[in-house]
Each structure stands twice: as structure tokens, then as C-alpha cells.
């Protein structure tokens, strides 16, 4: 397994990206909204947690979202 990713390494990023070469959709139906609080997280976790999104937001991976479903 190990040998296979060495060898096609190359179709590998080290940076998380994302495609527009395929998009897809969630039906939800008339399904009831789920909208959780997030959990209790130590301040250290949190600014973790925070950076981290911070980064990825930056690389476009992730975006905003005023949706009214939402889960930690």
C-alpha cells in the first residue's frame, strides 16, 4: 500500500484544496432543521481550532455558511 502511494506520489497535494470538477447537493427534503450548540472546549482547543479554520479558510476550502442546519 505504502509502495503504491510512493509511486503515484506526484497526484498528491500537500496543501488542501478543492475541485469544480464535480459539485453535488444534499436533499433534505421537508426534513426538520438540526442546529446543535458546539461543545464546552478548553481555551487552548478553541484557539487551536480557531487557526486551524483560519488556514483553510484562507485556502478557499471552507467558507461561511448562514445555513440554519448546523452540528459541531
Known amino acids: 500500500c505504502y509502495q503504491l ?13 478543492h475541485t469544480h470538477l464535480c459539485t453535488h447537493d444534499i436533499d433534505t427534503r421537508d426534513s426538520p432543521q438540526v442546529k446543535n450548540n458546539i461543545y464546552r472546549l478548553s481555551d487552548r482547543v478553541r484557539a487551536n481550532i480557531k487557526e486551524e479554520a483560519s488556514k483553510i479558510v484562507a485556502l478557499g476550502v471552507i467558507e461561511s455558511s448562514s445555513s440554519p442546519w448546523s452540528s459541531p
Open 5 to 17: 502511494l510512493g509511486q503515484l506520489a506526484s497526484l498528491f497535494s500537500l496543501t488542501p484544496g
